[in-house]
């Protein structure tokens, strides 16, 4: 026993530096990034901000109907990574893409690819419920309307209430749909938010950060409604709760410092994550 | 040793300093509310007592009886002939019989000087309206001379001697007469918002100024916020980072601090000189005025679309909006209320403004009313500088109610603004 | 990942509950094999006071499980542990049900030292039997090394070992046999070795399981019911 005692204490005080800065410079992706049936492909995706580059060869699919969350410490690159999949990082001046995206492989960043377009098919929701400061009807009838989605009102009205069912919230605002949208309580508007997106009937959504400024009772509502979105949508997620990746996502991506670190199935990265950069970060070892 | 330092000990020493530098300086901010309230009402209260005369106006009341063929008219004489005629005659002879002992001439002659010269005009106007007065005898009010009205009005004091005095004794013994009989009284004075400018106080009113404002802010507001919200939102949303729009941006910044005379000179110079445009009109004050404004507004209004908060801009390109439907569903709505705050400053910099007017010749003296945005016309604060440079007594109350009319339109439009403001700023 | 560090958390109080968690599984072990070795060593000279005192002692082992099982599932609890620190609370939750077990082996061996010693029976066997307790007291001792050090190589080798313990295990219990055919009177005695000798073979398996946990917290992968030569050429 005492052998034993004091193999374990040696062994623990022995113990090397913990060597934060690894040099992950030429580190190869861990796990595979690539999928049967890929609804978007990235292939060396460098994102640049003016000389600062922020994403290093980024290669990375995402299934068709899967929920895949990009986890990592922030200002990993996680956010501009999503950005870069509806070309929101267009309104950036400084930001530059390289390499290449597809979308159920057309090139998103060609010059035959319109933004607008674009973003009518892959969907956002932001990190802060940001409803238009409109009522409750025309904040998710206002994507259609632009878009020219539907022929009359009546149809207008069946999407808007179809949004509002699929995002869980037609029961909580049917009796308010001409209320203020921003009087709702902060998981409704982000609800509200998720209705909009899918009233524009998307292919993809990312969400950014959805549940980070919600209390734990609509975070769980917000997961609920990821899981239910799944059967027709594929969802891509950036999370800062790992919980809520592990809970969501079918697949999860490791991002440090602008490169993916590792990527594989959920139910593996927690567990048993192979990069020692995955394990520090999902064991909470990073400061 | 040194003492131990107890924390709670040490806070409290330090509160007490704390607070009374606290008391001091909220107390220092008292203050200077209190001197700037002060002087504030100071101005006012001047502004208003020396304005409340004008307000008022003398009238004198005269039997005149109306010689049809005297006047050498009937009653189915023309409009012209009404004109031609000289009313003049009856109001004499009507004074005349009211002070029969002034016989001479010289004494006549300031006899008549008890009505004002417009006081024909009103004798003519009444006839013109009901032609059946036409040889009969009226008895109504004639507006007083200022003279007559300063005495009425206390301003001029009845005890001095008469070398000191403007009004003699003889006049003054007639004011007096009338005065104790009832003859003359004061009624509020309506001419002075229905009238133009007049060379005579009594006869001077502030409707061409109020109409010449509001036609030239008219234009100022219609030229200045549309290109100036234009531009804000180019420049704020639209323009590309480079060389030229730093310049462009830094020409705005300069443009509002250009000295305003020189926006006058150039509206003499290229819009009257060059483009031959009517001088002294509002349409070119306009124009010079919303050169000036213009900087304003456009940082004001670019602030307030910077203010805009970006998450509005993301949710509606993420729905795949445009830029253009971004812009104007979503950013310029809730950018509204900063930019009408801007328009306000600039349009309240516009009606205060004269050094510009002068130049474009907007300080012309100008009796007519101004019927559109081409006829020649004053404005306010360009009508305060005409009558207090004036020599005549009279125009020393009319110059205060100007400002005070003045500071009522501007208070009117901060009002029509803040509820604009209101309305848009209903958060959804 | 072969250098797990658990002290390397944000939260120092992380470190210092993972820390506890594992000292206390130390020292679990480390009293569980003093146990046996009393056991055994009462058997070898049949000594009913060491038998005693083990017996007294089965309780002390007992709390240290339900205290160790209590302080795994506040980890839990609190925070959501995931990879090498979830590997690590599996790992201890797991070893300290199979330690609880062999201390319970233990006190077998000691109650079956007394009936022996009321029998008044005496025998080579005996000291067959203390081989055996040997072999599988360095089994147990190395496992609780392996799983000291978290070092897989050995933890591998030790759960290879078991097969040889086994048929030292079987061999003896032919032995045994054979001796209740020679001699029936024997019987009775001779059943209680071999229930000993069963029990000396339980913790052998249950010091298996431990390696076989030690490995999962290494190397992140479940060897249970697999063949070992496989999971030696694919892990190591």
């Given at each position: ?287 | ?240 980072k480079n060389r030229f729009i730093d310049f462009i941006e830094i ?178 | ?169 079987l061999e003896l219990n032919d032995h045994l046999i054979e001796q ?57």
């Amino acid at each position: 026993m005492n052998m034993i005692a004091d193999t374990m204490t040696a062994n623990m005080d022995n113990k090397p530096e913990p060597q934060v800065n690894l040099d992950i410079e030429y580190t190869e992706t861990v796990g595979a990034y690539t999928c049967d049936d890929a609804k978007i492909s990235t292939r060396d995706v460098n994102v640049f901000y003016d000389t600062n580059q922020a994403i290093h060869d980024v290669s990375l699919d995402v299934g068709r109907n899967e929920v895949i969350a990009l986890i990592g410490p922030s200002g990993c690159g996680k956010s501009t990574f999503l950005r870069c999949l509806n070309r929101m990082n267009d309104t950036i001046d400084i930001c530059r893409v390289q390499g290449k995206i597809l979308l159920d492989g057309e090139n998103i960043y060609s010059k035959k690819q319109d933004p607008v377009l674009l973003r009518a098919r892959v969907g956002m929701v932001f990190q802060k419920p940001n409803p238009f400061p409109k009522s409750i009807y025309d904040n998710v009838a206002y994507g259609p309307r632009i878009h020219g989605l539907t022929k009359n009102k009546a149809e207008l009205d069946d999407l808007v209430e179809d949004a509002l069912v699929k995002a869980g919230l037609f029961d909580e605002v049917k009796d308010r749909l001409h209320g203020p949208g921003t009087g709702l309580s902060g998981g409704q508007q982000q609800r509200l938010c998720i209705a909009r997106t899918i009233a524009v009937q998307p292919e993809v959504i990312l969400m950014d950060e959805p549940a980070s400024a919600l209390d734990p009772i609509a975070t769980a509502k917000i997961e609920e409604l990821i899981n239910e979105l799944r059967k027709n949508y594929t969802i891509v997620i950036v999370t800062h709760s790992m919980q809520q990746a592990a809970r969501v996502s079918q697949r999860t991506a490791y991002f440090h410092m602008g490169r993916l670190i590792e990527v594989g199935d959920t139910n593996k990265i927690f567990t048993n994550p192979k990069h020692e950069l995955t394990e520090k970060y999902i064991t909470g070892r990073f400061g | 040793m040194n003492k131990p330092i107890n924390n709670t000990d040490q806070v409290k020493l330090s509160l007490k300093k704390r607070y009374f530098k606290e008391k001091v300086f909220k107390s220092a901010g008292l203050l200077a509310i209190g001197i700037a309230f002060m002087f504030l009402l100071v101005l006012l209260t001047d502004i208003i007592t020396k304005a409340m005369p004008a307000f008022s106006q003398t009238q004198v009341n005269l039997t005149v009886s109306i010689d049809a063929d005297e006047l050498g008219l009937k009653d189915d004489s023309s409009r012209e002939d009404f004109m031609a005629a000289d009313f003049r005659q009856p109001i004499r002879q009507a004074l005349r019989d009211r002070f029969p002992e002034a016989t001479k001439r010289k004494v006549k002659k300031e006899l008549y000087t008890l009505v004002s010269i417009g006081a024909e005009y009103q004798l003519r106007d009444a006839v013109l309206e009901n032609p059946a007065l036409l040889g009969q005898s009226v008895t109504m009010d004639f507006i007083a001379d200022d003279d007559v009205d300063a005495v009425i009005k206390g301003a001029i004091d009845r005890t001095l001697p008469e070398s000191d005095r403007r009004v003699k004794d003889q006049k003054l013994g007639w004011i007096l007469e009338m005065e104790a009989s009832g003859e003359v009284h004061k009624t509020f004075n309506w001419l002075f918002f229905s009238a133009g400018d007049s060379r005579e106080p009594e006869l001077a009113g502030i409707k061409g100024a109020i109409l010449g404002s509001l036609y030239t802010l008219l234009v100022t507001l219609a030229l200045s916020f549309p290109v100036a919200v234009a531009a804000a939102i180019y420049l704020e949303e639209f323009a590309p980072k480079n060389r030229f729009i730093d310049f462009i941006e830094i020409n705005i910044n300069n443009l509002a601090a250009v000295p305003s005379i020189v926006f006058g000179l150039l509206g003499l110079a290229v819009f009257i000189n060059f483009f031959s445009m009517p001088r002294s009109a509002p349409l070119v004050g306009g124009i010079v005025l919303s050169l000036m404004t213009l900087p304003t507004i456009i940082i004001a209004s670019r602030s307030a679309i910077k203010a805009v908060p970006p998450s509005l801009r993301e949710a509606a390109l993420g729905l795949g909006a445009s830029k253009m439907q971004t812009v104007f569903h979503h950013v310029l709505p809730a950018a509204l209320p900063g930019i009408l705050t801007g328009t306000i400053i600039g349009m309240a910099q516009a009606l205060g403004e004269t050094a510009p007017l002068l130049m474009i010749g907007m300080v012309a003296f100008i009796v007519d009313i101004p019927q559109s945005i081409g006829d020649p016309s004053t404005v306010l604060p360009i009508q305060v500088f005409l009558w207090a440079d004036a020599p005549e007594r009279g125009f020393l109350e009319k110059t205060s109610a100007a400002i005070l009319v003045l500071l009522v339109f501007l208070i009117a439009m901060n009002a029509v603004a803040i509820r604009l403001r209101k309305k848009f700023e209903k958060k959804w | 990942m072969d250098n797990l560090e658990f002290d390397q958390h944000t939260s120092k109080e992380y470190n210092n509950e993972l820390e506890d968690v594992r000292n206390h599984l130390l020292k679990m072990g480390g009293m569980v094999e003093n146990q046996l070795r009393k056991a055994m060593l009462s058997l070898k000279d049949r000594s009913v006071e060491l038998a005693n005192d083990v017996l007294a002692k089965g309780d002390i082992i007992d709390d240290m499980e339900i205290k160790l099982d209590g302080e795994c599932t506040r980890i839990i609890a609190k925070r959501q542990p995931a990879a090498s620190d979830l590997r690590l609370i599996i790992a201890v939750m797991k070893s300290i049900t199979d330690l609880e077990r062999i201390g319970d082996q233990a006190e077998k061996i000691a109650h079956i030292l007394k009936d022996l010693m009321s029998l008044d029976y005496q025998s080579p066997f005996y000291v067959e039997l203390d081989h055996l307790g040997q072999k599988v007291l360095g089994v147990l001792s190395a496992s609780l090394n392996a799983l000291a050090r978290l070092d897989a190589d050995q933890a591998v080798e030790l759960v290879e070992k078991d097969q040889l313990i086994n048929a030292h295990f079987l061999e003896l219990n032919d032995h045994l046999i054979e001796q209740m055919v020679r001699a029936p009177i024997e019987v009775k005695a001779l059943l209680h070795l071999s229930h000993c000798a069963k029990s000396l073979e339980r913790i052998g398996d249950h010091a298996k399981n431990i390696c076989e946990y030690t490995i999962y917290l290494v190397k992140g992968k479940d060897i249970r019911h697999k063949d070992i030569q496989a999971v030696k050429e694919k892990l190591f």
